[in-house]
């Protein structure tokens, strides 16, 4: 198990932007897969963002060119950096590990029970 502490979120106005950050302790998880959810009461969790060793990123559809998610690990950290946001944007945000047997852009899209690993959330409020 790799603890997860979200931090960043907070509440904006439609059009702001926010950075949620993701740190890993006691382990270096970047060679794990990475991911950001989200999700809203009664809803089902969303995958949003996936990274993967080597950088290399995807996005939901519901965020592509909105939100960038990026890794810095000398801090064991990963980042979600969110502009443009709306309203439908307002959930919770988690981050997630999953060890890496296969492509990490793999796992996320298909495979996200994978992700087993996940920080306590941070809510993300937008407002119109």
């Known amino acids: 198990q790799v603890p997860l502490a979200e931090s960043g979120g907070g509440s904006v106005q439609s059009g702001g932007s926010l950075r949620l950050s993701c740190a890993a302790s006691?382990?270096?998880?970047?060679?794990?897969?990475r991911a950001w959810f989200r999700q809203v009461p009664g809803h089902e969790r969303e995958g949003i963002a996936g990274i993967d060793v080597d950088g290399s990123t995807t996005y939901a559809d519901s965020v592509k060119g909105r939100f960038t998610m990026s890794q810095n690990n000398a801090e064991n950290t990963v980042y979600l950096e969110m502009s443009s946001l709306k309203p439908e944007d307002t959930a919770m945000y988690y981050c997630?590990?999953?060890?890496?047997?296969?492509?990490?852009?793999?796992?996320?899209?298909?495979?996200?029970?994978?992700?087993?690993?996940w920080g306590q959330g941070t809510q993300v409020t937008v407002s119109s």
């Open positions: 006691g382990y270096d998880w970047s060679q794990y897969c």
């Open positions: 997630a590990a999953a060890p890496r047997y296969t492509s990490c852009l793999h796992l996320f899209r298909n495979r996200r029970k994978e992700f087993t690993t």
